[in-house]
């Protein structure tokens, strides 16, 4: 399984941002996916996240990003997208896509990361 963003880039206070993330090598509908950050000296936090098609796409946001980004997923296209509006200097980071599958055990993957810069 390969995850790969794109989207990413440099971007005012206040503006907007699509990420998108594409999987290949996977069944992508079958996957829990979720979108992580990694700010400058900071630890990797979770965003949001979206379950898999068999459970139904509900989707859950840290709280600072609440009401601001939204996650969604095209299965026909075997990509998930993160909507990123309002965006905020704390929101600079790096971002990564995460693909979890539970077959037995728990399979996890990521991407390589896309940055966002939000300047003030």
């Known amino acids: 399984v390969q995850l790969v963003e794109s989207g990413g880039g440099l971007v005012q206070t206040g503006g907007s941002l699509r990420l998108s993330c594409l999987m290949s090598?996977?069944?992508?509908?079958?996957?829990?996916m979720a979108w992580f950050r990694q700010g400058p000296g900071k630890d990797r936090e979770f965003v949001g996240g979206?379950?898999?098609?068999?459970?139904?796409?509900?989707?859950t946001y840290q709280d600072s990003v609440q009401g601001r980004f939204t996650i969604s997923r095209d299965n026909a296209k075997n990509t998930m997208y993160l909507q990123m509006n309002n965006l905020k200097p704390e929101d600079t980071a790096v971002y990564y896509c995460?693909?979890?599958?539970?077959?037995?055990?728990?399979?996890?993957?990521w991407g390589q990361g896309t940055q966002v810069t939000v300047s003030s």
């Open positions: 979206i379950l898999n098609d068999r459970i139904g796409p509900a989707t």
């Open positions: 995460n693909a979890v599958i539970i077959v037995g055990s728990s399979y996890s993957y």
């Open positions: 090598g996977g069944a992508f509908s079958r996957y829990d």
